[in-house]
């Protein structure tokens, strides 16, 4: 008996796991079988294999072979095991041992070409913390896999494998198209100089992206509550080394990844129709949702109002925790979804409350704020309403650019840190409600206004932290140590307003 080994790896959710691929070339009847696989896009492999052996002039073993995967619990998912089944059986051919500490990650064409696949940078991260350090990968995965600090070797077809075992194939066909990918064209990001007027909702979306919090607007249609929706990622501070990892990972794993560590903040913007799984992940061999892709940075639901209740009511397990679970008949995975949520909707179904005007019938009304009550709406630390610009502010100068916005956040997210740096979490978001109560001293006429929306109902007990860390922001921008007056007044109007008062 021949054997060969390599490794290849699976992600389940975002965690890399590696799998060890053993051929057995056995005396016998000429078979070729696969065990250890759950997935048919995998057993499917073996006819790729064979036309890929074929195309590349390598003699396929005219014997038993039994390639068996293990561990057998963990789901092997698509099609990135081709290479490393057949990296194991040209080790058997060869007589010696596959590439040792590394992972062999690819699909195979027909023709013997190596195709890219999905979750190479989660794949090679699994491996390095179990000590592989190499990888074998697609060449367009390279820079990809290097990211994971992976010793990475790119390979674009099935002859230099068999070539580098000794076995004997045909010559190596050039490498086309790739490498040809060069810098792109910096795209222009959306600017806040772009925002005439609208003093009150920069200064939310300011607060928003100092002390990350979750932010409401509403406002009559086409008044710009996506154009600022879109400038937040631009005012909020660079995405770490270990972020930027973490948001390739997930890019990667849905195959969106151009290989380059982000360094902006990402922003996903699903539609109102959207299902609760495309918002928070999920199908048969689970694929991250929207609210991953905007892990480290922004999910927009704009018309908050129209997304189905179950749809939202899914956001708020990861909306407490900065992760989602799904959960599958065969396997349970997790997905990474540290997000900030902006919610914009219409004040009321026809648009026009605000403005005069409105034609929805008292019971519409009542439906249409119904909809946006309850406890996701109570997630919200800022609510801010927007106004049409008047004609001086669109005809006025234009508006502070992102760049000057960011700076006064980063400071601000500073102060949260040198504050926190013993905690357990970092920004004023995040701080627990006991904290707030007891570091913060609210002054006698705020205290007083308090205990007034309390007993009318404007603002309920959560509504209150809520009140105190969109003040301890105000402090952190404008350089107080801990919050004023002003800072209480300034939060109080965030906070006490809207449709939907709490
Ligand atoms: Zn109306």
């Given at each position: 008996m021949k054997l060969g080994i390599a490794t290849a790896a699976s992600v389940v959710g975002i965690e890399g796991h590696p799998v060890r691929i053993e051929a057995a070339l056995l005396p016998g009847l000429p078979t070729f079988s696969i065990v250890g696989l759950a997935d048919t896009a995998v057993s499917e492999s073996r006819e790729r294999i064979r036309a890929a052996f074929a195309a590349s002039g390598i003699d396929f073993p005219n014997t038993r072979i039994t390639v068996n995967l293990s561990p057998a619990d963990i789901p092997k998912y698509g099609t990135a095991f081709d290479l490393g089944i057949a990296c194991a059986i040209l080790a058997a051919l060869a007589g010696h041992a596959g590439p040792p500490n590394s992972i062999v990650l690819g699909e195979l064409g027909l023709d013997g070409s190596v195709r890219p696949v999905r979750g190479v940078l989660p794949a090679c991260l699994g491996a390095i913390h179990r000590g592989l350090t190499g990888a074998v990968v697609p060449v367009e995965a390279v820079s990809e896999a290097e990211l994971a600090r992976s010793r990475v070797r790119g390979v674009w077809h099935l002859t230099q494998v068999a070539r580098a075992f000794g076995v004997r194939a045909n010559p190596v066909p050039p490498c086309e198209e790739i490498g040809a990918v060069g810098e792109p064209e910096p795209t222009a990001e959306p600017d806040l100089a772009d925002v005439r007027g609208q003093a009150e909702a920069r200064l939310a979306l300011e607060m928003a992206a100092a002390g990350e919090h979750h932010l409401f607007m509403v406002g009559p249609p086409g008044v710009g509550k996506s154009m600022l929706a879109v400038r937040l990622p631009g005012i909020m501070p660079l995405l770490t080394h270990s972020e930027g990892i973490e948001v390739a990972a997930v890019r990667s794993l849905l195959g969106s990844f151009d290989g380059r560590l982000p360094t902006r903040r990402p922003f996903?913007?699903?539609?109102?129709?959207?299902?609760?799984?495309?918002?928070?992940?999920?199908?048969?061999?689970?694929?991250?949702?929207?609210?991953?892709?905007?892990?480290?940075?922004?999910?927009?639901?704009?018309?908050?109002?129209?997304?189905?209740?179950?749809?939202?009511?899914?956001?708020?397990?990861?909306?407490?925790?900065?992760?989602?679970?799904?959960?599958?008949?065969?396997?349970?995975?997790?997905?990474?979804?540290?997000?900030?949520?902006?919610?914009?909707?219409?004040?009321?179904?026809?648009?026009?409350?605000?403005?005069?005007?409105?034609?929805?019938?008292?019971?519409?009304?009542?439906?249409?704020?119904?909809?946006?009550?309850?406890?996701?709406?109570?997630?919200?630390?800022?609510?801010?309403?927007?106004?049409?610009?008047?004609?001086?502010?669109?005809?006025?100068?234009?508006?502070?650019?992102?760049?000057?916005?960011?700076?006064?956040?980063?400071?601000?997210?500073r102060r949260q840190a040198a504050r926190f740096s013993e905690e357990a979490w970092d920004t004023n978001a995040h701080t627990p409600g006991e904290w707030l109560r007891s570091h913060t001293e609210v002054p006698a006429g705020m205290r007083r206004a308090i205990r007034r929306a309390l007993t009318t109902g404007a603002l309920s007990a959560r509504g209150v932290d809520k009140l105190l860390r969109a003040a301890w922001t105000v402090a952190d921008l404008v350089g107080h140590s801990a919050p004023r007056s002003d800072d209480f007044d300034l939060a109080y109007t965030m906070r006490v307003m809207g449709v939907n008062n709490d």
């Amino acid at each position: 008996m021949k054997l060969g080994i390599a490794t290849a790896a699976s992600v389940v959710g975002i965690e890399g796991h590696p799998v060890r691929i053993e051929a057995a070339l056995l005396p016998g009847l000429p078979t070729f079988s696969i065990v250890g696989l759950a997935d048919t896009a995998v057993s499917e492999s073996r006819e790729r294999i064979r036309a890929a052996f074929a195309a590349s002039g390598i003699d396929f073993p005219n014997t038993r072979i039994t390639v068996n995967l293990s561990p057998a619990d963990i789901p092997k998912y698509g099609t990135a095991f081709d290479l490393g089944i057949a990296c194991a059986i040209l080790a058997a051919l060869a007589g010696h041992a596959g590439p040792p500490n590394s992972i062999v990650l690819g699909e195979l064409g027909l023709d013997g070409s190596v195709r890219p696949v999905r979750g190479v940078l989660p794949a090679c991260l699994g491996a390095i913390h179990r000590g592989l350090t190499g990888a074998v990968v697609p060449v367009e995965a390279v820079s990809e896999a290097e990211l994971a600090r992976s010793r990475v070797r790119g390979v674009w077809h099935l002859t230099q494998v068999a070539r580098a075992f000794g076995v004997r194939a045909n010559p190596v066909p050039p490498c086309e198209e790739i490498g040809a990918v060069g810098e792109p064209e910096p795209t222009a990001e959306p600017d806040l100089a772009d925002v005439r007027g609208q003093a009150e909702a920069r200064l939310a979306l300011e607060m928003a992206a100092a002390g990350e919090h979750h932010l409401f607007m509403v406002g009559p249609p086409g008044v710009g509550k996506s154009m600022l929706a879109v400038r937040l990622p631009g005012i909020m501070p660079l995405l770490t080394h270990s972020e930027g990892i973490e948001v390739a990972a997930v890019r990667s794993l849905l195959g969106s990844f151009d290989g380059r560590l982000p360094t902006r903040r990402p922003f996903a913007d699903p539609h109102h129709t959207a299902s609760a799984a495309a918002l928070v992940g999920g199908g048969s061999s689970p694929r991250p949702g929207a609210i991953s892709r905007a892990h480290h940075g922004v999910l927009f639901l704009d018309e908050l109002a129209e997304f189905a209740p179950a749809a939202l009511e899914a956001l708020r397990e990861p909306m407490e925790t900065g992760r989602v679970h799904i959960s599958r008949a065969r396997t349970a995975v997790v997905f990474p979804a540290r997000f900030q949520l902006v919610g914009a909707a219409n004040p009321c179904r026809c648009g026009k409350l605000f403005d005069g005007g409105c034609t929805c019938s008292p019971a519409s009304l009542r439906a249409y704020r119904g909809r946006l009550s309850g406890p996701l709406m109570d997630r919200f630390d800022l609510k801010v309403r927007l106004r049409r610009p008047s004609a001086a502010e669109l005809t006025g100068p234009a508006g502070e650019p992102s760049s000057a916005v960011r700076a006064r956040v980063e400071a601000a997210r500073r102060r949260q840190a040198a504050r926190f740096s013993e905690e357990a979490w970092d920004t004023n978001a995040h701080t627990p409600g006991e904290w707030l109560r007891s570091h913060t001293e609210v002054p006698a006429g705020m205290r007083r206004a308090i205990r007034r929306a309390l007993t009318t109902g404007a603002l309920s007990a959560r509504g209150v932290d809520k009140l105190l860390r969109a003040a301890w922001t105000v402090a952190d921008l404008v350089g107080h140590s801990a919050p004023r007056s002003d800072d209480f007044d300034l939060a109080y109007t965030m906070r006490v307003m809207g449709v939907n008062n709490d």
